[in-house]
């Protein structure tokens, strides 16, 4: 499935909690779709850009480009799906993030099913608001005794990282700085600090692979102020306390920094959007911009660009 694609979730992360997506975000995805159709199946606008001349999206997966049906309808889905993530991808992580909790922990619900298997918590939600919010109910309930690790077995707490857990990267101006998070144990002081889901163990497994790097953002004092997660040079997530949007000021900081190591996604992230499949969403992008619909000149061109 296209949408489970695009979430980039490691095996050992997605195997466990892949029954759990279909009937969760899985079917609200596709209701989503659905009711975009009955009002242009064709194109859609940016919902998140409130401009006089907002973006606008294809999403019909561009017959004009030729192929099958088959091809076509690929192309569609692929197209939804990293629209989608990229818009509500906050959102969907933190309910990932419950969902991988709530199966490594044998949360109860997960066996309250109806008669088609399905867990009743998940089918009873009918957007991904919805979801959120079961999500938020869920982990308030977690005990504050433990978290997982990248074995999902429970350990204590965090009360801090030591100096083994975090190194400083960067001086930002201002007595700011640039941390790196390098172990489960500071993602778990970070997520405590910050109250977000960076410290729930699901991002454990990513902390150790070298494709990923987890940041935050410290005032004068080491309080953190931001933190995120980039796979290569491409900013996934920047978020603030509570995963909001980091404050305009924090962003404005370390703006030089991101542009300094050729980071991309960064104004994007923070503003809540987020990036899976960053090539196709740019090849995608450059194909419904600049003239490039038409021909497969202008594709090769694109992809020789995207693959340097």
């Given at each position: 499935m296209a949408f489970v694609r695009e979430l980039d979730i490691p095996d050992r992360q997605l195997l466990p909690v892949r029954s759990l997506i279909g009937p969760g975000l899985g079917r609200v995805f596709v209701k989503s779709w659905i009711e975009q159709d009955k009002i242009d199946p064709e194109i859609m606008r940016d919902p998140f850009d409130r401009s006089d001349d907002p973006r606008w999206y294809q999403i019909d997966g561009w017959p004009i480009r030729g192929g099958s049906k088959e091809e076509i309808l690929r192309r569609k889905w692929e197209r939804r799906a990293g629209l989608y993530v990229r818009w509500h991808g906050i959102e969907i992580w933190h309910v990932l993030d419950w969902l991988i909790y709530s199966q490594a922990t044998n949360a109860p619900w997960t066996a309250n099913v109806d008669e088609r298997g399905e867990p009743k918590k998940l089918m009873k939600c009918g957007s991904l608001d919805a979801l959120v919010h079961e999500a938020d109910k869920g982990f308030r309930l977690r005990p504050r005794s433990g978290h997982l690790n990248g074995d999902d077995v429970k350990i204590p707490v965090a009360a801090g990282a030591s100096s083994d857990d975090?190194?400083?990267?960067?001086?930002?101006?201002?007595?700011?700085?640039?941390?790196?998070?390098?172990?489960?144990?500071?993602?778990?002081?970070?997520?405590?600090?910050?109250?977000?889901?960076?410290?729930?163990?699901?991002?454990?497994?990513?902390?150790?692979?070298?494709?990923?790097?987890?940041?935050?953002?410290?005032?004068?004092?080491?309080?953190?102020?931001?933190?995120?997660?980039?796979?290569?040079?491409?900013?996934?997530?920047?978020?603030?306390?509570?995963?909001?949007?980091?404050?305009?000021?924090?962003?404005?900081?370390?703006?030089?920094?991101?542009?300094?190591?050729?980071?991309?996604?960064?104004?994007?992230?923070?503003?809540?959007?987020?990036?899976?499949?960053?090539?196709?969403?740019?090849?995608?992008?450059?194909?419904?911009?600049?003239?490039?619909?038409?021909?497969?000149?202008?594709?090769?061109?694109?992809?020789?660009?995207l693959e340097g």
């Open positions: 975090e190194t400083e990267i960067a001086d930002l101006g201002v007595d700011h700085t640039l941390v790196e998070l390098l172990t489960p144990r500071a993602l778990r002081a970070e997520g405590g600090r910050m109250r977000h889901c960076i410290g729930h163990g699901s991002y454990d497994d990513r902390v150790r692979d070298p494709e990923y790097r987890y940041l935050s953002v410290r005032d004068p004092n080491g309080v953190p102020l931001a933190t995120l997660e980039l796979k290569g040079r491409v900013v996934r997530q920047f978020r603030g306390p509570v995963n909001d949007d980091p404050l305009p000021a924090v962003t404005d900081l370390l703006s030089r920094y991101a542009a300094e190591n050729g980071w991309q996604g960064y104004e994007d992230a923070a503003i809540g959007r987020y990036v899976g499949n960053v090539q196709r969403v740019l090849f995608d992008d450059l194909l419904a911009g600049g003239g490039l619909d038409g021909g497969d000149g202008g594709r090769h061109e694109v992809l020789r660009i």
